[in-house]
């Protein structure tokens, strides 16, 4: 049967943030382990914030180029579902994580249309989808040609990502008909404050989309 597509709500400071994103029905929540990012947490603050995260919505950890035994105590702490990889970690290094870390591994990759099919290829897991080239690792809130990841439906479990917001997120899916989608910057007041009303009118948006297709999870 078909489903909903997913949404995942990015870069959450505390806890409050959290219950609102929950109460207006997200899927998944992200944590960001980034000192340079304006949303970045440390352990005891993603304890809290897990903690108040119901079992059903999946609890996720954005990572950048971190040894895996520092993964591993953040996930054990925290009781993460999945961890997202956003730095250089290439096919072997994503293996060993699906090996080693009691979590699912979601890999950010980019590019055009040969480009990602390429990537899928390579990491065999769900993958996280977005533009490329700002100051931090990831799409920092970049719009893309959404329509390049059409290539990955019914191929990989896929995330799309980069500049979507609650005015264009019904255009992305339509375009690149993902698993799910991640947003942070583009329902925010300012980086790591979001705007509830906004998170709400992308929730609901998204999930307004009927999918012609059987959506894996991604969460």
Known sequence: MTRKVQVKICGITNTKQAEDCVEAGA??????FYGRSPRN???????KICKAVPEHVAKVAVIVDMPILEI????????FDAVQLHGGEGPEEVNRYKERLPAE???HVSGNAD??????ARYNTTLLVEATGGVLPGGNGSVWDWSNAAVLCGKYPFVLAGGLEPDNIIDA???ADPDAVDVSSGVELEPGVKD???????????KSIESQRILDLCF
């Open 72 to 79: 591993a105590e953040i996930v054990k702490q925290c009781q």
């Open 173 to 175: 899916i339509t375009k």
């Open 196 to 206: 509830i009303e906004k998170v709400k009118d992308f929730i609901a948006k998204a």
């Open 41 to 47: 947490v440390n352990i005891k603050q993603a304890q």
């Open 105 to 107: 591994i979601i890999k």
């Open 115 to 120: 480009d990602l099919l390429r990537e899928g």
């Open 27 to 32: 899927d998944a929540i992200g944590l960001v």
